[in-house]
């Protein structure tokens, strides 16, 4: 459980991570929806998913190579934490 609590604290660090992870839950979707869904900039958007995905809480669901079109989604680990996330009621 500790790795869990530094992944986190990590999440909620960061009020764009949070968004990302929280927009993810309710699906897969690339970085401009996410962006529009939650009205923060597509470069923020980019750099949360970056951060999310070294730390294995999201991943790219489309080939590597692709450069339009990439589609993110949340992994298990991800989820999981979300879901303490929510249930401990650390964010809002």
């Known amino acids: 459980?500790?790795?869990d609590w530094d992944e986190i604290g990590f999440i909620i660090s960061s009020k764009y991570r949070i968004r990302?992870?929280?927009r993810l839950v309710?699906?897969?979707a690339t970085p401009s929806k996410i962006?529009?869904?939650e009205d923060i900039s597509i470069a923020?958007?980019?750099?949360?998913l970056?951060?999310?995905r070294e730390r294995d809480l999201v991943e790219l669901l489309v080939d590597e190579d692709?450069?339009?079109g990439r589609v993110y989604g949340i992994t298990e680990r991800g989820e999981r934490l979300w879901t303490?996330?929510?249930n401990r009621e650390l964010v809002d």
């Not at 923020?44 to 949360?48: I, L």
């Open 1 to 3: 459980m500790t790795d």
């Open 20 to 22: 990302v992870l929280k």
């Open 26 to 28: 309710e699906g897969p």
């Open 35 to 37: 962006s529009e869904d």
């Open 44 to 48: 923020s958007v980019s750099h949360a």
């Open 50 to 52: 970056k951060q999310l």
């Open 66 to 68: 692709r450069r339009k």
């Open 84 to 86: 303490e996330i929510q």
